[in-house]
């Protein structure tokens, strides 16, 4: 099965400062139809996961252009510019390319 | 608007079968695939099961595969989950999930807000 290891594991963060988080895949997420399925949802406390990002890149309707998702094969990158308060929340990675599908184990951003 | 409302939690003793309902509304149910994920009490999120729209693909977590069973009623919008030998580790917060758009399974767009597993004797 493919392992996505999310690092680091929490991340401090100042508002208004940029956020960073990985994602790596044990191989590679590029399918056979040449898209490659990793999406980044974010779980706000006590909330359902809300969608992203998809196709690594792509922001899902009504998501706010300072969260950038970029990478190719099996690294990947969730950049949040200027954090504001509402980003806060477990981030996790999500792979859909191989079966069985994956997520990673998330990534807490929290105020310093 | 897009809802998915999930029911059929509760506590149930290790050995024993609990099904999950979703139904769904503000869209037509039948062109979309659904999806299960569930979430341990203080844990992340774990995929459980998909499946398309027609039900002809179907797919399942490596820890759930011969003991739960994905379904669909088209004519209900309702989405099930068969759970059997339930184990302590299947204590979740189970979600239903829809995609973006038609004729794909991820990503999961639309979510509920899931209803309560507990395994316990």
């Known amino acids: 099965d493919v392992v996505l290891t999310q690092t680091p594991v929490a991340q401090p963060v100042t508002l208004g400062d940029q956020a960073s988080i990985s994602c790596r895949s044990s191989q590679s997420l590029v399918h056979s139809n040449g898209n490659t399925y990793l999406e980044w949802y974010l779980q706000k406390p006590g909330q359902s996961p809300q969608l992203l990002i998809y196709k690594v890149s792509n922001r899902f309707s009504g998501v706010p252009d300072r969260f950038i998702g970029s990478g190719s094969g099996s690294d990947f990158t969730l950049k949040i510019s200027r954090v504001e308060p509402e980003d806060l929340g477990v981030y996790y990675c999500?792979?859909?390319?191989?079966?069985?599908?994956?997520f990673g184990a998330g990534t807490k951003l929290e105020l310093k | 608007e897009v809802q998915l409302v999930e029911s059929g939690g509760g506590l149930v003793q290790p050995g024993r079968s609990l099904k999950l309902s979703c139904l769904a509304s503000g869209f037509t149910f039948s062109n979309y695939g659904m999806n299960w994920i569930r979430q341990a009490p203080g844990k992340g999120l774990e995929w459980v099961a998909s499946i398309s729209s027609s039900s002809s693909y179907i797919y399942y977590a490596d820890t759930v595969k011969g003991r739960f069973t994905i379904s669909r009623d088209n004519a209900k919008n309702t989405l099930y989950l068969q759970m059997t030998s339930l184990r302590s580790e299947d204590t979740a917060l189970y979600y239903c999930a829809r995609p973006r758009s038609m004729m794909v399974i991820t990503p999961f767009a639309y979510w509920g807000q899931g209803t309560l597993v507990t395994v316990s004797s």
């Open positions: 999500f792979q859909a390319t191989h079966d069985p599908y994956t």
